[in-house]
């Protein structure tokens, strides 16, 4: 099992970047980690990708240095498990709206007697066997890390209470079906409405002393990212690599209309 170094970077209080990844491409995971990003997405959610597609992901992020997340598509124990199995360092768990549903995610992700994840020492993760149990068990519990989507009015509503949950640590602000649900499909933080909801987060997870996660859509520039963490935001992820490779493409292909 691999150090998760995101942890300390967090706790040190540096600016931590990563990138989703809906392709299944080995490549481009590699390009982000050369590129400097410290940890990707692998989008099981959104994005076509078989538990296959995901290993060769996870083996990728980790020959340059990346920390990979696995984005399950819900908070199933099940699926979590099978997430950790391929050595991911954590998973992402969309639509967590209440405590209870984040400590089913905690549980999911813990051997006992921390939580009720499934044992099996032939896993990849536990080095298929090799890396020894009792050691592989113990720094699990202690490493891997549980980061819940808080994409609804509900689950910002109970924010605080989501964040004390032992075991969370960091969590992602979800503007996508936020913004929806406010009645601003998906204008982004320059949207005041959004921006109050923003500000709101911030003052609660830092009280606790979590920290934040944001994707700057729809404005994926290195500057905006800059105003975002002025604002207070501990760590981002640029979107996905598709939508980055299409908005390369779209810049290039704009000399037809020169």
């Known amino acids: 099992m691999n150090a998760n170094n995101l942890r300390s970077r967090l ?11 809906q392709s299944g491409a080995p490549s481009l995971v590699e390009i982000m980690g050369l590129s400097g990003f410290d940890f990707v997405i692998i989008d099981m959610e959104h994005g076509d990708l078989d538990a296959f597609a995901v290993v060769h992901l996870v083996r990728a992020a980790e020959t340059v240095g990346m920390v990979p997340f696995i984005r399950v598509l819900e908070n199933s124990p099940t699926l979590i498990m099978k997430a950790l199995g391929t050595g991911a360092q954590g998973v992402v768990v969309p ?15 813990r051997f006992a007697p921390e939580g009720t994840r499934g044992v099996c020492p032939a ?3 536990a080095g298929y066997s090799r890396a ?3 050691s592989y068990h113990r720094r699990a519990n202690q490493e891997l890390m549980v980061i819940p989507i808080v994409e609804e009015p509900e689950g910002l509503q109970n924010l605080e209470a989501i964040l004390t949950v032992p075991g969370i640590a960091l969590f992602i602000f979800g503007p996508g079906d936020l913004s929806q ?10 949207n005041p409405i959004m921006m109050r909801e923003l500000d709101r987060a911030i003052e609660i997870t830092h009280r606790v002393g979590a920290k934040i996660m944001i994707t700057p859509q729809p404005y994926l520039t290195a500057e905006y990212v800059r ?4 604002r207070g935001v501990d760590c981002a992820f640029f979107s996905t690599d598709h939508g980055v490779f299409y908005q390369a493409c779209a810049g290039l292909a704009s000399i037809k209309d020169a």
């Open 11 to 21: 706790a040190e209080g540096r600016l931590v970047i990563g990138m989703m990844c």
């Open 95 to 109: 639509h967590v709206n209440t405590r209870e549903q984040a400590e089913r995610a905690v549980a999911a992700a």
């Open 123 to 125: 896993t990849r993760a």
């Open 132 to 134: 020894g149990w009792d």
């Open 181 to 190: 649900l406010l009645g601003v499909p998906l204008q982004g933080f320059e």
């Open 227 to 230: 105003k975002l963490v002025d």
